[in-house]
């Protein structure tokens, strides 16, 4: 007679693993509850939820990998929950705190941001395995809702009135949104060794360096983002020597000045990075 279907491991093979995306519905949770805190006035709520959105979004990858819990369906479910609180949270919550007295200009600005971020995702997605590691092209998803978000969180601390700044809100939104879509270079810290040793003096400038976020957390994690958005275009006009339209915008995918391997070695490489392409999607640095 035949053999009968192993039920228990066809069921293990369609199931989902829990942990890593219950860490990606943390975050979208997140998202959606900075949407909602927005929509009812609470501005300072809404701006930490986004940063909380972006502490689960660090970590699901992060769990997956170490767990062996890797798949196609987290992959995907992590890009969808990106959009929702990297995407539409940070626009709808700069909207609501300073954007819509500004009429069409205001709901305008928000678009570009939401699609923005979007393009970022796709663009992110598609070049995985090609891109050189070292560098991100164009500003990630999540440091530009920081930035959006942190805004606002400065904001509502220190009881800015929003209409006083509304042009410059939507000026800040329109460039994070741009930003993201740009062929600036962006460091990712790829190459940093964490697992390493470091010396006792780089322990102490960390502890230090969390005493200084803790003293005024929304000023300084937005001036943190703000300076590294910064460093994308300075990095990119200090590395390329002949600066080309391809270099600031457009399909360029290769944006570095001089090339680290040579075509036939970058062929190689690619096949043999195509293989774990899939699972770089859940690190969450799109």
């Known amino acids: 007679m035949p053999n009968k279907p192993d039920t228990a491991n066809t069921a293990k093979a369609r199931g989902i693993y829990l942990l890593p ?16 805190a927005s929509m009812n006035n609470m501005f ?7 940063f909380i959105a972006m502490v689960f979004d660090g970590l699901d990858g992060r769990v997956a990998r170490m767990t062996n819990t890797e798949s196609a369906f987290g992959a995907e479910y992590d890009s969808m929950a990106d959009i929702v609180s990297f995407g539409m949270a940070p626009a709808l919550v700069m909207y609501n705190w300073a954007l819509s007295d500004l009429g069409k200009l205001g709901w305008l600005a928000a678009f ?12 992110f997605n598609t070049n995985l395995g090609t891109a050189d590691k070292r560098y991100f092209q164009g500003l990630a ?19 800015i009135d929003p209409t006083s700044i509304n042009y410059l809100a939507a000026f800040i939104t329109i460039a994070a949104g741009l930003l993201m879509v740009s062929n600036f270079r962006y460091h990712s810290f790829k190459d940093v060794d964490w697992r390493g040793r470091v010396s ?51 399909d360029s995918d290769d944006c570095d000045a001089e090339p680290s391997v040579k075509p036939a070695q970058q062929a190689q490489s690619n096949e043999v990075e195509l293989g774990s392409a899939k699972s770089e999607q859940l690190k969450g640095d799109k």
């Open 44 to 50: 300072e709520s809404a701006a930490v939820a986004v």
């Open 200 to 250: 006792f003096i780089a322990i102490l400038a960390i502890v230090l360096a969390f005493v200084v976020v803790a003293t005024e957390p929304s000023l300084v994690l937005f001036s943190i983002f703000m300076l590294y958005a910064i460093s994308g275009p300075i990095t990119t006009f200090r590395t390329v020597k002949n600066i080309k339209l391809e270099h600031v915008v457009g």
């Open 141 to 159: 998803i999540p440091s530009a809702a920081a930035i959006v978000s942190g805004l606002v969180w400065v904001g509502s601390k220190y009881e």
């Open 112 to 123: 570009i941001f939401v699609a923005g971020g979007a393009l970022r995702l796709a663009r």
């Open 21 to 36: 995306n219950l860490l990606t519905t943390a975050g979208l949770f997140s998202g959606f509850f900075a949407i909602v």
